[in-house]
């Protein structure tokens, strides 16, 4: 693609990184293929292609973006399914990110747009704020009906019937390997996933000390700041994942670290890219180290290794949700799969596995109607399967299937947990009776999901 940027323009490094995946663009169309919103709206510029034409329209003006441009950036998942059918190598990714960054920088939103954008970010990515949202929003959830906006319908919808309690597995702490040492390693506690399914954490950190890992939950570390990167909110995203930064090399400057685990995939796709997202900044070198430890839990188990004798302990039909940030974001397509059928359960593979499920972090709650039909299409081709159950890798895809679907939606890792000695995943276990204590030192919570 032929740009237009004046040496002044160019000389930022930004609008210089913009040019370079502006120009990797040769018109193809092979985005157009795979990409869900324009699937469902059929319309140019609600394709990677169009979007990127009213990208370099907008950065080589150099003036405030307008309404229509707005709508179409704002219309994207970043679900990234361009990314994998691309073949000149587009970085769509960041390319979208500096569009949004832009956007946020420079244009003005209606009143009520800027305060609900700015509420989201101040109450997902902060658990205990969350948990208290979602107390209010389950209260007024009856209400929903008579609620003018659609989004905040959709708000009020997704909020669970039950919330469990926080787990004393997120506070910081060491659980000790069980057995020989052979990794070091942090886990990412993340944000929303504390508050919306604490058991996702405390499986994982079963299944890593029965595979012989210590699992750091450092201090300071929280949110990876995807939630606020993807509305563009540069100064929120930045702050966060510079928290993060510094708790993880602290760790690993002090005793050493093999690994950060991420188990919600939406937030290991921005963990990795934190060497990007900090080039030029006095944290850069410390970004690189982290990205470069990063691991999706299902990456670092498919290196350990399941234990001989992992086993499902009854035969399950599990219908696999790839989740958009695993599969596209990190390329993650196989190691999923490959641990669950090795636990001896039955894996199953819906039709048009590459679509995104309408979730995208806070997409569904700022364009609930495009989401909506794609949970329809999603829901639909996984039930299509008669599965026992539901597995993804990302909280995300787990609470927007789960809202459409009967079958039980769980964390992956759930799974390979109950396989090798771990309790049965609340969703599938009749009435969630209390656990008793479980290894890793932590007592699980009686009614954790």
Same mark, same amino acid.
């Given at each position: 693609?032929?740009?237009?940027?004046?040496?002044?323009?160019?000389?930022?490094?930004?609008? &210089?990184? &913009?040019?370079?995946?502006?120009?990797?663009?040769?018109?193809?169309?092979?985005?157009? &293929?795979?990409?869900? =919103?324009?699937?469902?709206? #059929? $319309?140019?510029?609600?394709?990677?292609? *169009?979007?990127?034409?009213?990208?370099?329209?907008?950065?080589?003006?150099?003036? $405030?973006?307008?309404?229509?441009?707005?709508?179409?950036?704002?219309?994207?998942?970043?679900?990234?399914?361009?990314?994998?059918?691309?073949?000149?190598?587009?970085?769509?990714?960041?390319?979208?990110?500096?569009?949004?960054?832009?956007?946020?920088?420079?244009?003005?939103?209606?009143?009520?747009?800027?305060?609900?954008?700015?509420?989201?970010?101040?109450?997902?990515?902060?658990?205990?704020?969350?948990?208290?949202? +979602?107390?209010?929003?389950?209260?007024?959830?009856?209400?929903?009906?008579?609620?003018?906006?659609?989004?905040?319908?959709?708000?009020?919808?997704?909020?669970?019937?039950?919330?469990?309690?926080?787990?004393?597995? $997120?506070?910081?702490?060491?659980?000790?390997?069980?057995?020989? !040492?052979?990794?070091? /390693?942090?886990?990412?506690?993340?944000?929303?996933?504390?508050? +919306?399914?604490? #058991?996702?954490?405390?499986?994982?950190?079963?299944?890593?000390?029965?595979?012989?890992?210590?699992?750091?939950?450092?201090? %300071?570390?929280?949110?990876?700041?995807? +939630? @606020?990167?993807?509305?563009?909110?540069?100064?929120?995203?930045?702050?966060?994942?510079?928290?993060?930064?510094?708790?993880?090399?602290?760790?690993?400057?002090?005793?050493?670290?093999?690994?950060?685990?991420?188990?919600?995939?939406?937030? *290991?796709?921005?963990?990795? $890219?934190?060497?990007?997202?900090?080039?030029?900044?006095?944290?850069?070198?410390? @970004?690189?180290? /982290?990205?470069?430890?990063?691991?999706?839990?299902?990456?670092?188990?498919?290196?350990?290794?399941?234990?001989?004798?992992?086993?499902?302990?009854?035969?399950?039909?599990?219908?696999?949700?790839?989740?958009?940030?695993?599969?596209?974001?990190?390329?993650?397509?196989?190691?999923?799969? &490959?641990?669950?059928?090795?636990?001896?359960?039955?894996?199953?593979?819906?039709?048009?596995?590459?679509?995104?499920?309408?979730?995208?972090?806070?997409?569904?709650?700022?364009?609930?109607?495009?989401?909506?039909?794609?949970?329809?299409?999603?829901?639909?081709?996984?039930?299509?399967?008669?599965?026992?159950?539901?597995?993804?890798?990302?909280?995300?895809?787990?609470?927007?299937?789960?809202? %459409?679907?009967?079958?039980?939606?769980?964390? =992956?890792?759930?799974?390979?947990?109950?396989?090798?000695?771990?309790?049965?995943? !609340?969703?599938?276990?009749? *009435?969630?009776?209390?656990?008793?204590?479980?290894?890793?030192?932590?007592?699980?919570?009686?009614?954790?999901?």
């Amino acid at each position: 693609m032929q740009t237009r940027f004046t040496p002044e323009q160019l000389a930022d490094p930004r609008i &210089a990184r &913009a040019n370079r995946i502006l120009r990797s663009c040769v018109h193809c169309g092979f985005c157009t &293929a795979t990409c869900p =919103t324009y699937q469902v709206l #059929g $319309d140019e510029l609600d394709s990677p292609r *169009g979007r990127i034409y009213l990208i370099k329209e907008m950065l080589e003006s150099g003036r $405030d973006p307008d309404p229509r441009t707005v709508r179409h950036i704002d219309r994207c998942l970043s679900c990234l399914a361009c990314m994998t059918t691309c073949p000149s190598g587009v970085n769509y990714m960041h390319l979208v990110d500096e569009a949004r960054a832009y956007i946020e920088r420079r244009y003005r939103r209606p009143p009520f747009e800027r305060l609900l954008r700015w509420t989201l970010a101040w109450i997902l990515p902060h658990p205990g704020r969350f948990r208290l949202a +979602l107390r209010a929003a389950r209260l007024a959830r009856p209400l929903a009906a008579l609620v003018p906006d659609a989004r905040l319908r959709a708000m009020l919808r997704m909020a669970p019937r039950r919330l469990p309690p926080p787990s004393p597995a $997120d506070a910081p702490q060491v659980f000790a390997a069980q057995g020989a !040492r052979r990794a070091r /390693v942090a886990l990412m506690i993340g944000c929303a996933q504390r508050a +919306l399914d604490p #058991g996702i954490n405390e499986a994982t950190i079963r299944l890593l000390t029965r595979l012989g890992c210590d699992v750091v939950v450092p201090r %300071g570390a929280g949110c990876c700041g995807a +939630l @606020a990167h993807h509305m563009g909110r540069e100064r929120d995203s930045h702050a966060a994942a510079a928290r993060n930064i510094r708790a993880f090399m602290a760790e690993a400057r002090g005793q050493g670290l093999d690994a950060v685990v991420v188990n919600a995939s939406g937030c *290991g796709t921005t963990v990795k $890219d934190y060497g990007a997202m900090f080039e030029g900044d006095p944290l850069a070198e410390d @970004a690189a180290a /982290v990205a470069a430890m990063a691991r999706d839990v299902t990456e670092l188990v498919a290196e350990l290794g399941l234990p001989e004798g992992a086993a499902a302990p009854r035969p399950l039909r599990v219908a696999y949700h790839a989740a958009c940030s695993l599969q596209h974001g990190q390329k993650i397509t196989r190691q999923p799969k &490959a641990l669950l059928r090795q636990a001896g359960f039955e894996v199953l593979e819906p039709a048009d596995a590459h679509l995104c499920c309408g979730s995208a972090g806070t997409y569904n709650l700022l364009q609930p109607e495009i989401a909506e039909q794609l949970k329809a299409r999603k829901v639909a081709t996984l039930e299509a399967l008669s599965p026992d159950v539901i597995a993804a890798g990302n909280i995300g895809c787990m609470v927007q299937i789960g809202s %459409g679907s009967r079958a039980p939606v769980v964390h =992956t890792v759930e799974l390979l947990d109950w396989a090798t000695g771990g309790p049965e995943p !609340r969703a599938l276990s009749a *009435g969630g009776a209390a656990q008793a204590r479980q290894p890793g030192g932590f007592r699980m919570p009686a009614d954790a999901r």
